[in-house]
Structures are given as C-alpha cells and as structure tokens.
C-alpha cells in the first residue's frame, strides 16, 4: 500500500466535523434569519403589543437554532471513496455529494478567532459546478485537516520546495492599499450604521433639548450652521479609517507565492486564510486599477476560476490579490501564460459607431428634463450632461480593445476604473455573434466570449474580423488536448 492509499484510508469511513462545528452552525442560522427577516424583527421590536412577549420568544428562537444546529452537525458525515469525496447531509431532505477529486477547484482554510483557541480549522472546497464553495467543513482538527487537504489536492505528490514570495504585505504596503479604497462607500455604510443606532436614541435628545431654555436651543441651531464643515471632514475621515481598518483585517501578512504548478496564499487577522491553486484551473485573470490606485503605482488582481453561471455578476470563486506593482504583475502573467503581448498581436476595436450611438442615447436622455421644467439650471445641468456624455463615451471608446495573440486573449475595458482580462484561447466555451438590423447594415457585430468565469463582448466589430476571430477560437477549443478544469 503506497502513501496514498495510506491516507485515503484515513477517511474511507464516514467522519464527522469537531463538535465546536455547532457553534458556527448556529452563528451561521441566526445570521440568515436576521438577514432575512430583519424588516418584520424590526416591526415587531417597535410593536408595543409584542414587546412585552420578546423575552419569550427570543428563548423559542435560541432554542430552535440551537436544536437546528446540532442536528445539522450531526447529520453531516463526510468520507473519500473510489477517488471521490461522499458527503452526506441534510435534516429532513438527505443529499448525497460525489465529488471526483480531479473536478475540486481549490480547497480553502480559514481560521477565525474561535478556530484558534481550539487548535481547530475550517474548509471550504469549491468545484466547477458551483456558484460559491460547494462544501465547507466547519470544523476539523488541524492534523485531520492537514491530511484531507493532502488528500483533495494531492499535495503529497509536489516536492516540499521553498519558494520565495510573489508579494508579501507589509505595513507600508497595506497603508497605501487602504488609502486607494472606495472611501466613499465605506463612508456611506458606516454613516448608515449610526444613523440605524442614533435613530432610537433621537427620542430622549428631543426630550434633553425641550428642557433646555429657548436660547440656548436657538444657539445649538446656529453653532450647527458652523459644524457642517466639520461634519463633512468628519464624513471623509471616517471613510478613510474604515477602508485602513478593513485592509489590515482582510490583508494582514498576506503573503502570495508562485510556483510552477499552484498559486499559494495566505493571511489574513481575524479570518486566516490559506488556499493553493492550480494554475491549469484558473480561467482569467483580471486586473483592475482606479484613479487611486494608477497614482499609487498598483494595481488589483482577481483570478476566476470557473463557476456555474454564465452571468459575470453570480457568485462565482474568485481569488483577490490587492497591491500589485507592474514588476509583480508581469511576473504572475509570466507564470500563469506562456506568451507575452507583443506590438504585432492583432487588436480588435469598437467601430466609431459605437461610441457616437453611446453619446447620442444619453444626449436624448439629458434633454427629457428640458421639456418638463425649462429654466436656466436644467439647461446648465443639460448642456453639462451633454458635454460629459460625449467625453465618457470617447474615453471608453479609446480604452476598449480585444488584442488577440496565437493562443491567448486580453481585454482591456474602462478608462476611470481601468479593467484588464487575459485568458487563453482554449478556456473559451462558446463565440457568439450578435447583431440587429442595423449592425448588419454597418456591416458590424457584437463578439460575445463565453468563458466559465463570465462572459466578455467587445461591441461593434467589423464582422469580417469577428468571423476570422470566432473560426480561431473554435480552432483552439477542438483542437487542445490540454486539461483545463
């Protein structure tokens, strides 16, 4: 019996999750509960005529998730069998997993705070066919997860090689990581959480100021005027910290490694994480750069692996790798794709059509308002609306392209929030081209890339060109011989 076999064995009997498992069952199920229902928990708190049976009821819920969640934990067993991990779960309605080990994406851990006073450890497997992780083990001894995962990703096989880091986070790094974030809507959110904890309390400051004299109400009134400024460089600031705060948490000693086979990474403060990646599964890999970001020297990297709809807004996996540098990037984009983006690569662009037909839509829109209130500052805001449509629409027009190289593909898109898309050829699962009467009488079409990360379309191509490229690209699809998946 070689080592393999040994730690299959391990596992060919059904086991269960460490008991601990109930707890994060339970966290899980009042989470969803709330989020689900938290417009009708919000109602009945208020309700004068159900307040007095709150404590009641908060016991029957308790202990129903609590009763939930044990069953649920002991009603998931789990065993590998036949090169296949068996899962089995379910309370009322069984459900019966196969999984081939040679279909599973990635397996992911992740450490929260509890996991570490326990020595225990969570995994999430994801595979092809699903929309997020297909299964995830709550809760699991670190040595019975260190062989499983050996197990589910066949890591026993790969010498035990150091390498040296792709990128490695320090604190100079996550400063400047946290001061390109969207700062406006980490504002935004953390506005809204106070406002939803300020609201209760606006009944006893209403009482506090009723009980002070009338001058010094009307002197809160104008000192008021004065605090707005104040209030909105409050505003900013909080922003600012909230997007520093969720850098350090989410990206804390993160650390990315590059070998010939897997992307490695790890990190993370209250959530640890750690995941390897074959590079033959990964679909695409996007980078993404913000004004913030081009000015900091960086950029944003996603890597999709494949997911179950064809939407590219579903939930899919994806692996984010933030602070890149051009030197980093290079080196992932070497190491993943084997060509590089020469000037003599084909580039596909968007007919001028496009971009005039984009601008001319959103001029017609701006002058709707001039019909229904006609005064000097709709005509202002209409002529701006105008002005900007027209630069946007040529921005984006100027940025767009497809450059088609012999086996691979990148797509550029964007030009405030700059997106870049690189997959190969024979990862493509479907070309389609798409055109309505009056594409066909410019004698364009729109070239929809169907991928298992998402779909990309490059509008407005000349159809002699999306012909030549949709003939290529069913060329590599047939013709590879390569695993991918």
């Known amino acids: 019996m070689n080592e393999q076999d040994k730690v299959e064995g391990v596992f060919s009997l059904p086991q269960r999750q460490h008991v601990l498992g109930v707890f994060r069952y339970f966290t899980r199920n009042a989470w969803l509960l709330i989020r689900s229902f938290w417009p009708a928990l919000a109602g009945l708190a208020i309700s004068d005529s159900v307040r007095m049976y709150t404590g009641l009821v908060s016991v029957i819920v308790l202990i129903g998730l609590c009763a939930f969640a ?46 570490r006073f326990f020595s225990l450890v969570g995994l999430r497997i994801d595979t092809a066919g699903s929309s997020g992780a297909e299964v995830e083990l709550t809760a699991l001894k670190k040595d019975q997860a260190s062989l499983l995962i050996d197990v589910l990703s066949s890591a026993h ?4 090689a150091e390498v040296a880091p792709l990128i490695q986070l320090d604190w100079e790094k996550l400063f400047r990581i946290g001061l390109t974030q969207n700062h406006l809507r980490n504002a935004m959110i953390s506005f809204g959480a106070v406002v939803a904890v300020a609201e209760p309390l606006m009944e006893w400051v209403e009482q506090a100021l009723d009980s002070l004299p009338t001058v010094w109400i009307w002197a809160f009134k104008f000192a008021w005027i004065f605090a707005v400024p104040l209030f909105g460089l409050f505003f900013l600031f909080t922003g600012l910290l909230v997007s520093l705060l969720g850098a350090l948490l989410r990206y804390h000693r993160l650390t990315v490694r590059l070998t010939s086979s897997h992307l490695e990474m790890k990190g993370g403060f209250l959530k640890k994480f750690e995941f390897k990646l074959p590079l033959h599964k990964i679909q695409m890999l996007e980078g993404k750069s913000g004004i913030l970001q081009r000015l900091a020297g960086f950029q944003t990297v996603k890597i999709h692996q494949a997911r179950s709809q064809s939407n ?100 550029r898109s964007g030009w405030r929030v700059q997106l870049s898309r690189r997959i190969e050829l024979r990862k493509l699962q479907r070309v389609t081209l798409r055109a309505n009467w009056f594409m066909r009488k410019k004698g364009v079409s729109n070239v929809v890339l169907l991928t298992a990360a998402g779909p990309l379309t490059l509008p407005y191509v000349p159809l002699f060109q999306a012909k030549e490229l949709r003939d290529k690209a069913l060329f590599e699809i047939e013709s590879t011989q390569v695993p991918w998946m």
Not at 95 to 106: G, N
Not at 157 to 160: F, V
């Open 157 to 160: 096989h790969e010498p035990k």
């Open 312 to 411: 590219a807004d579903a939930g899919g996996v994806n692996v984010v790798i933030p602070g890149l540098s051009r030197e980093e990037m290079a080196t992932l984009n070497s190491g993943i794709y084997k060509e590089d983006c020469t000037s003599e690569a084909l580039r596909l662009k968007p007919h001028s059509i496009w971009w005039v037909r984009r601008a001319v839509l959103f001029i017609a829109w701006s002058t709707i308002p001039l019909f229904l209130w006609p005064n000097f500052l709709v005509v202002l805001f209409a002529f701006a609306w105008a002005a900007w449509s027209i630069y946007s629409s040529a921005m984006l027009h100027r940025q767009m392209c497809l450059i088609v190289m012999p086996s691979e593909l990148i797509f």
């Open 70 to 115: 044990a069953l649920e934990h002991w009603r998931f067993t789990f065993k590998i069998d036949a090169g296949s991990l068996i899962i089995e779960r379910g309370i009322l309605e069984r459900e019966r997993l196969v999984i081939p080990l040679d279909r599973i994406q990635t397996v992911h851990t992740e450490e929260l705070f509890w996991h």
